[in-house]
């Protein structure tokens, strides 16, 4: 009896074993990582009246029910050029950052309540749950900075807010240094907090890893943004969000859209321009079609005058929103500002930029058999990209060209947000947060090994013992040789052979493999490998 108890007994051990959540895996050795999100890139709460603090309040970024209403009550703006604040037009309206996770909350899902097509609204989920596995610990080697997308990269109560986090987490942390990631925007925000707070920069940060940042704009993505709206998600999930005529009612008044314009002294490989059909008379009176085109500087003449007639309806109040010079003029200092950041010592810099996919460059508006009779028509017409090479919102030539002394420089083909969840940036991260205990990984020459398939069969026939093995690797790397033209390169075929006779008292062994290995495209390779091995008993 007391044996059958015992088995009892250890059956329940082993079943509690199985059911109970496993302690997550802490690395008590890694440096805190503070994660700094683009635009729009922040879950934002309104708050009546003059509250403000660690949420309480609703979420009016980003939300399904009722999306567009409240974007529109809460969030249109108007920039105040004395204080460089933009501020809702609700004067009993506070717009907040929730603080909850550790500042993770606000930067992970941004409609935490959205079921289906959770996807297109989930910013940094992938790299947080990614690094957890890795060791790191909310609150402890985790955090995160969400802040109001609406202002400038210089505006001082965001800048004073990341000293505070930072001074934070440097505590939290045990006095250990911190590495910042930031995304595309973010990028800008931290590299104007590092040029005017450099002694607190180098007081709390390590390393920075600016991941698809704009350092020099994005032209392409401004300019239709501008003239055109934009929207946040595309697919058939942009039915449930904010309008892009809303977004462009707010963006209109938004320092940050204006500071991501393209960098006027940057000498790019290509200008920028904007191009726009039109119906000219000549001098015989005869009507034909003429291209204009316009430089950075020069379209902020065709801004103005297409958005003159401009207007908003609040609380039944017709307001002016025409293209903002006073805003202009305040992003040409953020940008002054920005050429002249430098990393402090003993902190090192990284730069992850996107590559493969066609990124607007310039943009033109009409065509040969339909001009703009009319620019303040724009708004109603489809624009048409010339692309350049980037990550489909930012090009590899902006994100390039920091103008920092960096470490290291790593091009990863993928899409602006969706580099964010790619496994080729997660490798790379994971060295250089020392998370690797790979000491042979160079990201600049890099490659990762996908497992794609494995199949292995074993069965006895007549003495023989059959083995068969099937196995399939994605091998992503970036590769000098990728793009061949209209070259035609065949699959590479190896296949080796091996037996072994153990003479009058062993079996004796037969094994054959094949490997194939396609060339590169878009930065993968295809491996296959198929084995087959036969083992006949004495």
Request: glycine share 8%.
């Amino acid at each position: 009896m007391a044996v059958l108890l015992e088995d009892v007994l250890r059956s329940m051990d082993l079943w509690l074993k199985l059911i109970r959540k496993p302690e997550p895996y802490v690395d008590p050795n890694l440096d805190p990582v503070l994660l700094v999100p683009g635009v729009a890139g922040s879950i934002l709460q309104a708050v009546d009246g003059g509250g403000g603090g660690n949420g309480g309040g609703e979420r009016v970024w980003v939300r399904i029910f009722g999306a567009d209403y409240k974007f529109r009550n809460k969030l249109w703006s108007r920039f105040d050029p004395a204080t460089g604040k933009t501020v809702s037009l609700d004067p009993t309206t506070n717009i907040v950052v929730p603080e909850d996770r550790y500042g993770l909350f606000a930067i992970d899902v941004l409609d935490p309540d959205m079921v289906v097509g959770r996807d297109c609204v989930s910013y940094f989920h992938d790299m947080i749950v990614e690094m957890i596995k890795w060791g790191f610990q909310e609150g402890k080697t985790l955090f995160g900075f969400g802040y109001d997308f609406r202002q400038s990269n210089r505006f001082q109560e965001t800048l004073e807010r990341l000293a505070a986090k930072l001074e934070s987490v440097y505590n939290a942390a045990g006095g250990k240094k911190i590495t910042i990631i930031s995304h595309s925007m973010g990028g800008l925000l931290v590299k104007c907090f590092m040029c005017l707070h450099s002694d607190i920069f180098a007081k709390y940060v390590k390393n920075w890893i600016a991941i698809a940042a704009p350092f020099q704009g994005a032209p392409g993505y401004v300019t239709s943004t501008f003239l055109n709206g934009m929207s946040f998600v595309d697919g058939w999930e942009q039915n449930f969000f904010i309008s892009k005529w809303s977004m462009h009612q707010l963006l209109i008044e938004c320092p940050s859209i204006y500071e991501l314009m393209a960098c006027p002294n940057f000498k790019w490989q290509h200008d920028p321009v904007l191009e726009i059909w039109r119906k000219k008379l000549n001098d015989c009176g005869d009507i034909h079609m003429v291209l204009e085109s316009y430089t950075p500087s020069e379209s902020v003449n065709i801004f103005s005058e297409a958005l003159s007639s401009n207007t908003v309806d609040y609380n039944g109040e017709s307001i002016p929103l025409p293209f903002n010079e006073e805003i202009l003029n305040w992003a040409h200092e953020t940008r002054r500002i920005l050429s002249c950041a430098k990393v402090p010592l003993g902190v090192k810099f990284y730069n992850i930029y996107g590559t493969n996919l066609e990124t607007p460059h310039s943009v033109c508006y009409g065509s040969e058999e339909m001009p703009v009779t009319d620019v303040q028509e724009l708004q109603f017409y489809l624009p048409n990209y010339v692309c350049v090479d980037g990550d489909g919102t930012v090009p590899t030539e902006s994100a390039k060209a920091d103008g920092l002394d960096a470490v290291a420089r790593v091009g990863v083909p993928g899409e602006h947000r969706g580099i964010l969840c790619d496994h080729h940036v997660f490798r790379i991260l994971k060295h250089w947060l020392n998370a690797d205990s790979d000491p042979y990984y160079n990201p600049l020459n890099d490659y990762v090994i996908l497992p794609a398939a494995f199949e292995m069969e074993r069965h006895h026939e007549k003495g023989m013992e059959v083995t068969s093995l099937k196995e399939e690797w994605e091998i992503i790397s970036k590769d000098a040789n990728d793009d061949q033209g209209e070259i035609t390169i065949m699959p590479s075929v190896s296949a080796i052979s091996v037996s072994q006779d153990g003479g009058h008292q062993s079996s004796r062994a037969e094994a054959c493999a094949t490997v194939i290995v396609d060339p590169q495209s878009e930065g993968k390779r295809h491996v296959e490998l198929n084995a087959l091995s036969v083992s006949v008993d004495a």
